[in-house]
């Protein structure tokens, strides 16, 4: 079927036996960028954009050039991610919905960071899911990081305040904060989250460092929405985007990143502790088509 | 964007009312209205290509109704088409077989099969069932400890699986362990993995060989983009689903996967998942599901009434 090979083509083949842009290749364009997950809105701008030029544009190699180029504007211009070791401790809280990968992500990072020789500890403040603690103290365990836990149920940000006094007194590099999923549209979690980010900034006034949304590249428009609102309530200094290794393209967080203009500093691209990647926007850019 | 949309619909509805015949010209904006709509919901490209020609070709030709704009009436057709698509009634689990039966979960990753898991002890148990719950999930970190704790809270049995344990042999073992504990109903939790993982795929068949489940669910997250017809259509094609399960609809998603998911399969979508609380599992409504595709509340109230 059609959505088949569009899936698996590229532009070579749209070109096949044609000279100029034809309105069929600019409707397959269409459909790549939509179900790339690039959204309506961003789809429509870049079409235009692209027809703009449509008669300067020879082959296949041209447009994919052009293509590219217009995409990767939208990642031009954006702040600087935040460094890693601007801080001792650097506290990094990581936030998102249920399910996108904020406790796998933060073992991996942990990981990373253990391995070039810095001392991480990790603040369990998931404290709501069944069996979210056991799951962070396996990967602080994997990662060699320390952790600080409570019991099941007991106050986030109270975790959170114990983790960071911790790694105060340990003279820990870097703190992850692990908290749990929430929709953005519950109010009441998200209050929840901002007095966890506020019990941090009590006991270290530059603290949290980073505030690392975690997005899900399998997630459709209702990332937009995601990052609006988790940037309102907490102020997002970065983004990973996980799951990468499937076959979602996550074109959402192009928008995301220019219109919120927030770095997209990872990508996540499996299970393993290995699976971390800095973002590259040209490999990504690639990978879209 | 939503805003866009809705002054485009102002203007699609400004069009005069009643009189004569839907045509190509006078459906034109709603049309393209709705395929905006329908796109922006996460509907997937193909599915609205064929729906926005499906319902073009219904359209025209049709006498408007007295009180209704022509775009509004598209609407209103476009609404009950999704409302049919979606199925018209409402199909609870299959659990006809010799006892124990089982239900099995599949899916990506924390799409939501574990706590669905414990969701759906709660339902069998209110049916008269009883459940047990069987953790088949050896990958991830503290898997089979979450499925502990959730059947703990609900005073539900639980395999007592360990990671060391082959899956499929979880499974069968939970089977003879369910006889003899009197429970009649499985509820096979498996590990959330991508449906190009070929390994993985060839374990939940190996799964499904040996249990012969008389449901297999496919649990799929509302916000999930456009990839949800290669999802769905990769899961069914080896798997056979019996039925989807819709979770995090909760939030603010429009939804569009169910659509998708529904016409690459034809498989009911059976419940949605509306929060993280082991009672927070519902019916699906083909109907509340259209509307909150469409996202078109207002002009589907007005058009109700008219
Ligand atoms: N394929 C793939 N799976 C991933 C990736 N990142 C995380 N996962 C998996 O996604 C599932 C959810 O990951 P978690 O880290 O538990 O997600 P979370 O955001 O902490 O979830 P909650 O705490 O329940 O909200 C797990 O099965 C992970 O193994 C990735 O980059 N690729
Ligand atoms: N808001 C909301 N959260 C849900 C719903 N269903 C599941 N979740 C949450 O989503 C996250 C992932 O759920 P799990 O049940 O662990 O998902 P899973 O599919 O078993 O994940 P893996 O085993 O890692 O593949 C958890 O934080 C759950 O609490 C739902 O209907 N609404
Ligand atoms: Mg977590
Ligand atoms: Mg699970």
Redesign the interface.
Known sequence: ???RRI?TTDIDELFLGKKIVDDDMIEDLE?LL????M???TTMDIMERISGKRSRIAGAGELKRVLKEEILAYFDALPEPVPEAAAKPHVVMVVG?????KTTTI?KLAAHESKKGRKVLIAAADT?????I??I???AE?AGAEIVRHKDNADPAAVAYDGIEAAISRGADTVYVDTAGR????VNLMEEIKKIQRTLSKRLPDAPHEVLLVL?A??????L?QAKMFNEALGITGIALT?L?????GG?VVSICSELNIPLKYIGVG?GVEDLQPFDPKQFVEALF | MFDALSDKLNSVFKQLKGQGKLSEKNIADGLRAVRMALLEADVHYQVVKRLVADIKERALGQEVMGSLTPGQQVVKIVNESLTRLMGDTHEGLNLAGEKPVAVMLVGLQGSGKTTTAGKLAVLLRKEGKQPYLVPADIYRPAAIDQLKKVGGQLGVPVFDSTPEMNPVDICQQARVAAHKAGCDTLVLDTAGRLHIDEELMGELARIRTALKPTDILLVADAMTGQDAVNIAKSFDERLDIGGVVLSKMDGDARGGAALSIRSITGKPIKFIGVGEKLSDLEAFHPDRMASRILGMGDVLTMIEKA
Request: charged share 25%; no cysteine; net charge neutral.
């Open positions: 079927s059609k959505t899936l459909e939509i179900t790339s997950d959204g309506v809105q919905v249920n399910g996108v990968g073992g709501f899911r069944a069996a979210a056991e799951q103290s396996i990967w994997r929709l953005h549209t519950k899900d399998t997630t459709g428009q209702n990332a929405s799951k290794d499937g076959t979602a393209k959402i299970e």
